[in-house]
């Protein structure tokens, strides 16, 4: 059964920082794009980053450029989600999701993904 759990998330000053972590059971991660997505309270889910399967292709919302990284480890299976100086808008559930493709891009919409976790909840707050 393919799975995604996301973890790393929590309570975290402005300014703070957070790694997320997304990793996959049931299958292996290095023929799937990756993609970052979060929703707050009352707004829509928004694409944060996305990541190819080699790693040599990575997308970002323009509001989280210069802030965030996203990386993969395939031989660990697993996404990571750096996200340095935090500030209190960033505050949402993160969410991973996976694609499985032969091309070596990736998307930050929500429709261009099958596989989802459950979440992690970050709240960035003083």
């Known amino acids: 059964q393919l799975q995604l759990v996301e973890s790393g998330g929590g309570l975290v000053q402005p300014g703070g920082s957070l790694r997320l972590s997304c990793a996959a059971s049931?299958?292996?991660?290095?023929?799937?794009?990756i993609g970052w997505f979060r929703q707050a309270p009352g707004k829509e889910r928004e694409g944060v980053s996305c990541i190819s399967t080699s790693g040599g292709s990575t997308k970002y919302l323009d509001s989280v450029k210069g802030r965030f990284t996203i990386s993969r480890d395939n031989a660990k299976n697993t996404v990571y989600l750096q996200m340095n100086s935090l500030k209190p808008e960033d505050t949402a559930i993160y969410y991973c999701?996976?694609?499985?493709?032969?091309?070596?891009?990736?998307?930050?919409?929500?429709?261009?993904?099958?596989?989802w976790g459950l979440g992690t909840q970050v709240t960035v707050s003083s």
């Open positions: 999701a996976a694609v499985h493709t032969r091309f070596s891009l990736c998307v930050i919409w929500s429709s261009g993904y099958d596989y």
């Open positions: 049931g299958f292996t991660l290095d023929s799937y794009a």
